[in-house]
Every structure is written in C-alpha cells, then in structure tokens.
C-alpha cells in the first residue's frame, strides 16, 4: 500500500502582541478624548430663582449663592454678609476674598481660560438689584470674565 504522506504544517500562532497595543491606543484615545462633565448647583432652601425664557445651558463652574443678606462663595467655607460688598474698599474680608479668588484663578488650568472664567451666580428673586451689583463689582475686579445667572425655566 502507498500511502500519501503529508508534509508537516506548523500550528498557527496568532501574534497578539500588535492587538494589544491597538486595542491599548484605542482605549487611551477613548479614555483621554471623554468628557464627563457634571453640573451641580446647590439651591438654598426658601430661594425662589426668577424665571427666564433662555435656552444657555450652565457650565461648571464656582457658585456664588446671594440670599437672605448672605453671600456664600463655593471655594470659600465662610459666609459674607451683603453689606460688606458695600463698602468694597474698606474691609480686609473683601480684600483677603479678592486675593483668594485671584489665587484660584491663576492656578486654572489654560484649557479653562480659552473660554473665560465663568460664575455661576444663585440669587433670589426679590434680591435688590444695588446688593448683586456690589457683589459682582468684587468678582468682575477679582478676575471673573463670564458672569451667569441662574434662573428657573418656564
């Protein structure tokens, strides 16, 4: 009897080293190109925000919440009363709170700066109008570019 003999094959070895390099950029490239941004906004208790027919979307940002003769700022752990704003000048509170935002801003990273710095500013509805003005006075000189108000939609 005559048998064909057949030639040896070697096994196939699949190279899985090219893969896994790949599929590693792939996910370094999915991973560094995400964005996961989340926006929260702490609302007071009994603070009823005005309400507005605008569609901008609120970017996260520091808050500044102004309500019941307070002014509370989301880097700073202490409250303020609205009528140190008043007298911008002469109280070392404003001037060691400038100091601190300014200190804040210059360590934002650059990728923040190219759309301005942004505050997200909580305010009652019967707030009067001269006590924002003082406030934001003092955070426009700090360094503050974008001022946005939040407001409740119809």
Known sequence: MFFNRRERREILV???IPLIDISAMIIIFLVMGSVFG???ILIPPGVFLPKSNNKEQLLNAPQVTISKGK???TLIKEELAIEDFSAVGTL???SQLKAQIKNYISKLP???LKQGVVLNIV???TEKYKNLF???KVFRESGFQSILFLSQGN
């Open 110 to 112: 650059k990728e923040d």
């Open 134 to 136: 003082d406030v934001l």
């Open 123 to 125: 305010a009652t509805k």
């Open 38 to 40: 989340e926006t929260s």
């Open 92 to 94: 070392p509170k404003i």
């Open 71 to 73: 002014v509370t700022f």
């Open 14 to 16: 699949l190279n899985v």
